[in-house]
């Protein structure tokens, strides 16, 4: 009964956002701490690929199934979420290295706004449920 | 959440590393003999970082480690002193004395950039933090 008072909510996608968020955040720290590592290439988490893949399993809302992160990342055409950014935002430096420190952090805090707006909803949803359980609107 | 914090550390520890092979090359910048006492005028050294992949995450966060300090081979940097104690005696640099051939500018542009990375590691811990605050506001 709880299972489904709680996967009827959207609890389960906003924890999935939780840890991809969690998980990217890693990705990113080893990227800063690896700024002054020679050929070192950017890593990333493919936010839009998390957000398909999370898009498709509510979809599949009856049997509902948990895009894991480690599912994800062992999935078709290699390791799509660690691909590494083809684009003009990540110059390669003269030691062979990619990290665009301002591009980073830009990326640390879009994630970070992910992870804090992924807990405002759960929180709402928590305290909404606390609502309905108790039954009284002033609480 | 707490392999951020690491990975984190990993970096300011590289960066620390790097700050001391600078300021060794600074204070040995005339040091004229070798930890033997032998007559060979000191060599930058240079820590080479490398992704530590043994300990990445699941996630394929990693961090960075300092796999070796490598000693420059440069020629040195010699200035005629015919009566300096250190002299050469015979050979093609008779009366010059060899002084350890460090490029000071090059030194204090990387001890900035090593600060700078040092800032930007600490950066990320705070937000790791931060993160990890939020985290527990679930709670509340």
Redesign the interface.
Known sequence: MIDQLLGSTTLPALEES?RF??????????N???????D?EV?D?SVTEFQQRLKEAIELQQSYQRPS??GL?RSKRG?P??EVRQSLKTIRYHDGSNVG?EQQ?TE??KN?LM??TA?TL??NQ?RMLQTAISGNISV | MFASLDISTSGLVAQQTRLMTISSNLANISSLRNENGELEPYQAKYPIFTPDETQATPSGGVGVKVTAIETETIEPRYRYQPHHPMAIQSGKWKGYVAYPNINVMAEFVDALEATRAYEANLGVMELTKNMAQQTLQILV
């Open positions: 939780l968020t969690e998980a990217r955040h890693e990705v990113l720290a080893g800063i701490a690896n700024w002054s590592t020679p070192y890593r988490l992160i480690r990342s390791d979420l660690r420190l952090v640390l805090v970070q992870h804090n807990i759960l929180q928590f």
